[in-house]
């Protein structure tokens, strides 16, 4: 299996990391006014080895708000990558801003977190229309989905660039201990993968990994970028955002060698 590892390593392309800093903004707005500032934090993940940000404009605003997104557009030297749901006004948004990638996912008002993926065989007609107004200009379009053939099939039909792949049910069975789940989500992410890099998508993954989970996602060779978020706010509390993100970065470049421990 080692070797096996090794080999995948050796041939995978490189991983990329965006980080995730819309809990920089909860933490902010919990107070109101400027203090933490998401954009002070986004430059710092990228002087700690992220490839990316990605921030989440919320229906509600509960964390990233519109001004958040234009200065992050205005300021970053590395990709913005928009995560929103799919929406006129987000899609109106969007074409305002020009990310590099644009992210949809599920939204729900009472949800906490994105819970599960995108429907896209039941919004297939209006994802088509969104994957077009997007792509037409020039922006990516990732669609965040469950790891399952039926997604992934529609993902593929709709030419979507990407899918990311939904790790909190894996992510879920690893805090729960829960080790035979932990295997069968885990079996759904490298057979997701295996679909999606099969049918020509760009493979990204995210949603609840922390250091005990990122190892045996990163090692999958179909997937080339990771989005982390919340585990790395909170450990930033411990630790420090830069060797939080420092930490992560060295446990994914470890995994893909093939010289990590599995999850
Ligand atoms: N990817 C997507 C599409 C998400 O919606 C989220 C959560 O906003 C993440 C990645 C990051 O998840 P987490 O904050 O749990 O690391």
């Given at each position: 299996?080692?070797?096996?590892?090794q080999?995948?390593g050796s041939?995978?392309?490189p991983?990329?990391?965006?980080?995730?800093?819309?809990?920089?903004?909860?933490?902010?707005?919990?107070?109101?006014?400027r203090?933490?500032?998401?954009?002070?934090?986004?430059?710092?993940?990228?002087a700690?080895?992220?490839?990316g940000?990605?921030?989440h404009?919320?229906?509600?605003?509960?964390?990233?708000?519109?001004?958040d997104?234009?200065?992050?557009?205005?300021?970053?030297?590395?990709?913005l990558?928009?995560?929103?749901a799919?929406?006129?006004?987000?899609?109106g948004?969007?074409?305002?801003?020009?990310?590099?990638?644009?992210?949809l996912?599920?939204?729900?008002?009472?949800e906490?977190?994105?819970?599960?993926?995108?429907d896209?065989v039941?919004a297939?007609?209006?994802?088509a229309?969104?994957i077009?107004?997007?792509?037409d200009?020039?922006?990516?379009?990732?669609?965040?989905?469950?790891?399952d053939?039926?997604?992934?099939?529609?993902?593929?039909?709709?030419?979507?660039?990407?899918?990311?792949?939904h790790?909190?049910?894996y992510?879920?069975?690893?805090?729960?201990?829960?080790?035979?789940?932990?295997?069968?989500?885990?079996?759904?992410?490298?057979?997701?993968a295996?679909l999606?890099?099969?049918?020509g998508?760009?493979?990204?993954?995210?949603h609840?990994?922390t250091?005990?989970?990122?190892?045996?996602?990163?090692?999958?060779?179909?997937?080339?970028?990771?989005?982390i978020?919340?585990f790395?706010?909170?450990e930033?509390?411990f630790?420090?955002?830069?060797?939080?993100?420092?930490?992560?970065?060295?446990?994914?470049?470890?995994?893909r060698r093939?010289?990590?421990?599995?999850?």
């Amino acid at each position: 299996m080692a070797q096996q590892d090794q080999q995948q390593g050796s041939t995978a392309p490189p991983l990329r990391l965006g980080v995730n800093i819309d809990h920089v903004a909860t933490v902010r707005n919990a107070r109101g006014g400027r203090h933490p500032d998401p954009v002070r934090a986004a430059h710092l993940a990228i002087a700690a080895g992220a490839d990316g940000i990605t921030a989440h404009l919320r229906e509600d605003r509960r964390h990233i708000t519109d001004r958040d997104m234009e200065r992050l557009k205005a300021e970053l030297t590395r990709p913005l990558n928009f995560e929103m749901a799919a929406t006129e006004e987000m899609i109106g948004i969007a074409l305002r801003t020009l990310p590099h990638a644009c992210c949809l996912v599920p939204e729900k008002r009472e949800e906490r977190t994105t819970e599960g993926g995108l429907d896209v065989v039941r919004a297939q007609n209006a994802l088509a229309s969104h994957i077009g107004a997007l792509k037409d200009a020039g922006i990516r379009v990732s669609l965040f989905i469950e790891p399952d053939r039926e997604a992934i099939e529609m993902a593929a039909k709709l030419k979507a660039d990407i899918v990311e792949l939904h790790t909190g049910s894996y992510c879920d069975a690893a805090l729960d201990n829960n080790a035979d789940k932990v295997a069968r989500e885990l079996s759904r992410i490298v057979t997701g993968a295996e679909l999606a890099g099969a049918l020509g998508l760009e493979v990204h993954a995210g949603h609840g990994l922390t250091y005990n989970t990122v190892a045996a996602v990163a090692r999958l060779p179909q997937v080339v970028e990771l989005n982390i978020g919340h585990f790395l706010v909170g450990e930033a509390i411990f630790t420090g955002l830069e060797g939080a993100i420092r930490h992560m970065r060295h446990l994914m470049d470890m995994a893909r060698r093939g010289s990590a421990p599995g999850a």
